[in-house]
């Protein structure tokens, strides 16, 4: 038997007009479900966009890993680029921060030179004109107060007033309160006067004291580099030994953190630092290990200038 729909075509058309009325009804609300899923599902549009900070603030914070690791040349270039980026989107924090960082590479440079010192201070006065339109105003405030007493304490002498430096940091704490990394950098920072004023264990209860602030959220470098200036103080105060589980502490922390330049340096300060006083048979040939060892790493990292240096202290020992 036929179909139907086949043999009588005009049966066929109205059945199928016939078939559609019934649907109509069924297919709107499908396509009212349809539109209603798609509406809902969309994403809501941002009303900012982070393209250009984010930008920026990564290339400040590799910019400080420069710093920490000593490729100052590196960490320059990326601060130039990050202020570039934060003046095209007018960003008054990110403003502030790469005139910070671009105050601390001056001040980590070892020479440093006056001009050093003098690009430093007009990265502060720039620093301090964004500061007013930051949205975080106070904490902002608190670390220009910190890097103003970081320049004056590099600079200072015999007639720097060292207790208005030191008031200056206590009352301008407060403004990091809830940030450990900052809050030991404050602690550092007071270190680093008691170290100026010639006031060694001072210095080094601050240093320990940062250095402790640091390890509980495993800031690796920073511990590393906070040990070492712990070393120094207690090397300054003829407390031999006690300097010398400093830098065995710098150097664990140093390793890692694979910060090469800094290894280099601990253990150029190792060989110094055995060597003062009356340096024993054993304590010579454990400088001369950790004069070479020295050198090899700066080689390793072409730091070759840093390696003769090394080398040449290995060479003098008798």
Known sequence: MKNESLSNPNVSLSNLIRQSLLHLP?????LTAALTISCKSAPKRTMLINVVYNSSYELISSANGCILTGDYEKAQNLLEEAYTKAM???NYELLVSA?????????????????DIEIAKQKLE?????????????RQEALIALNEVRIN?????EKTDFSSLIQKLQANRPGVKGDVYYEAQFTAAEADIYKAKKDYNKADELYVEAANLYTKNRYLSEIGITWYKAAQVRSLANKKEQALKALENAIYYDRASENSTALGTDYYAKGII???GNPTAKEKQDAKF??????EIFDSIKQHELAKISAQKAEEIQ
């Open 126 to 138: 720039i620093a301090k004109e964004f500061v007013p339109f930051s949205t975080i105003t106070k």
């Open 153 to 157: 304490t590099s600079q200072s002498d």
């Open 99 to 115: 005139c910070l960082s671009q105050i601390t590479l001056n001040l980590s440079k070892n020479p440093r030179t006056q001009n």
């Open 88 to 90: 095209s989107i007018d």
């Open 290 to 295: 950790a004069f070479n060892h020295s050198t």
């Open 26 to 30: 069924l297919l709107a609300l499908l």
């Open 274 to 276: 055995l060597l003062k």
